[in-house]
């Protein structure tokens, strides 16, 4: 459930960001500025990942991952809400900066996962559960994205006549028009308020050496417990209820020991291992996958920025197009977008369930990664022409569920693949946090160079006449050099899961 806090506090705004940077401009600004304005906006928390990513490795090896995860789910609330209420671009950009250093931890959620799980059969099945959830906070933050601008979507809750106008003001909610994209990000910051309860009261420690108490744990423990004998007291009818405590035995040096106090395991000053790797952390292997580790986001991310903004760019008439000029976009709004997008991102959950599993499991996981690059550019070359297509009827509700399915089956199937692969070549368990860290550092390198570079071009393409600019020449070029760059990856058969 940590895992939630990138994809909400990232991808919330995407249905409605063209429109929140719209509404802070003046009213002669052109849909090509907005455009690249919206793309800084996007890549300045990947800028900001990237650069917390290897700081937040360093102090998770030292402080413990879990007190590493529990300080980035404070700062992604508290980002989240101040970005909702920001007035200015230069607030919305700092918190996006404070939001993307809040989330450079994403290589130490991975580090967790890995150490966790100890036998390679369960690797898939471990490595596809953050992905899985990553796709299920697109989802979510995208549905949220709907809330976005609650007056006109939502007046029967918001306007002058709403169920929450109990001040009975005519003009409706006086906060909401005020701020209205604010309502997203407090819907977002309820959800990892959550996610912080549950990583504080559940969440274990795997850094072997952490030592003290865990708090959040032991304080769970005893409600636990608590309720445990309220129930077992109402339920009781003749018979004595044992309590069994799994910790009472004495444990030998490095292992949970009893505390007197509380029936809970108290973490010891056992030192890692300092086995040293018979061959380096940072191998030709190694290498090659953190380069393909990173053209992934590169356009991956792109994508996810430019594909609402082109929904949301007004139409054109384009009465002189030709097969590569034409203009406009589809001129959506916000919230049937966050819609569109969501209801792809529970079909990306649906997908890791049900699909991907078999397809691992049968072929490999290079296979199916390879498989993943063949399929992005054919989403990327059709996507422009929905602009072409009529307004009227079903064919650009097709058009538009085309592209995404190919795009999202694609990225659903490649993520989880990337991460086991990136896992694999690993030498020692203990570089695993080392690897994940540079992996994540990269991947916020490519998130947030992509949504910016992809928001120039889309704005240039624009001013020229040729909406397909950004995706046959940056989107499509990079999805098959990232293809050609898998080729000399090496798969499940040629490696072995990292050694102690």
């Known amino acids: 459930m940590c895992r939630l806090s990138e994809p909400l506090s990232n991808t919330c705004l995407l249905p409605y960001l063209y429109y929140l940077m719209h509404s802070l401009r003046s009213s002669s600004s052109t849909s090509a500025e907005t455009s690249g304005l919206a793309g800084l906006v996007v890549a300045l928390f990947a800028l900001s990942q990237f650069a917390t990513s290897m700081p937040w490795v360093y102090l998770a090896d030292r402080w413990g991952r879990k007190r590493v995860i529990v300080i980035g789910l404070v700062g992604s609330i508290v980002s989240n809400l101040a970005f909702g209420f920001a007035r200015s671009i230069p607030a919305l950009m700092f918190w996006r900066l404070v939001a993307g250093a809040a989330n450079g931890n994403i290589g130490v959620m991975r580090t967790m996962t890995a150490e966790i799980v100890k036998e390679k059969k369960y690797q ?33 809750l918001f306007g002058p006549l709403g169920i929450f106008n109990w001040s009975h003001s005519p003009e409706g909610v006086h906060w909401v028009r005020v701020y209205q994209f604010a309502l997203p990000t407090i819907v977002n910051a309820g959800a990892l308020m959550f996610s912080l309860l549950l990583a504080v009261a559940g969440l274990e420690e795997t850094l072997p050496g952490v030592s003290g108490k865990d708090y959040g744990l032991i304080f769970a423990h005893r409600r636990a417990r ?70 992934l986001p590169l356009h991956n991310a792109a994508f996810m920025q430019v594909f609402p903004l082109f929904l949301s760019t007004p139409p054109s008439s384009n009465v002189s ?74 064919h650009r509700w097709l058009g538009v569920s085309l592209v995404l399915s190919v795009q999202v089956t694609a990225r659903t199937i490649a993520i989880p693949s990337s ?51 950004v995706w046959w020449t940056y989107l499509a070029i990079v999805a098959f050099v990232g293809y050609w760059q898998s080729g000399k990856l090496k798969g499940d058969e040629d490696l072995v899961l990292p050694r102690k």
């Open 124 to 156: 898939s099945r471990a490595f596809l559960l953050l992905p899985l959830i990553f796709n299920l906070g697109i989802a979510i933050g995208l549905l949220g994205g709907a809330l976005a601008d609650p007056m006109a979507n939502m007046p029967s």
């Open 419 to 469: 991460v086991i692969l990136l896992t694999n070549v690993a030498a020692l368990k203990k570089d695993l946090g080392k690897v994940h860290g540079a992996g994540n550092m990269v991947s916020s390198s490519g998130r947030a160079l992509g949504p910016a570079l992809a928001g120039w071009v889309f704005g240039l393409g624009l001013d020229n006449g040729t909406v397909g600019l």
């Open 226 to 295: 608590r309720m445990k004998r309220t129930l077992s007291a109402s339920w009781q009818s003749g018979f004595e209820v044992v309590q069994l405590n799994p910790y009472t035995e004495s444990s030998s040096f490095g292992d949970a020991v009893h505390d007197s106090t509380c029936d809970c395991p108290i973490r010891t000053s056992t030192r890692p291992d300092t086995q040293t790797a018979t061959r380096p952390i940072w191998s030709r292997d190694v290498r090659t996958t953190l380069i393909s580790f990173a053209l």
């Open 321 to 394: 197009a030709s097969l590569l000029f034409f203009d406009g976009g589809l001129g959506l709004p916000s919230s049937t977008i966050a819609a569109f997008l969501a209801a792809f991102g529970f079909m990306g959950i649906m997908i890791q369930l049900l699909l991907y599993p078999r397809l691992q499991a049968f072929r490999g996981t290079l296979w199916v990664y390879r498989l993943a690059w063949i399929m992005f550019p054919f989403a990327y070359v059709v996507a422009p022409y929905l602009s072409l297509l009529p307004p009227q009827g079903v």
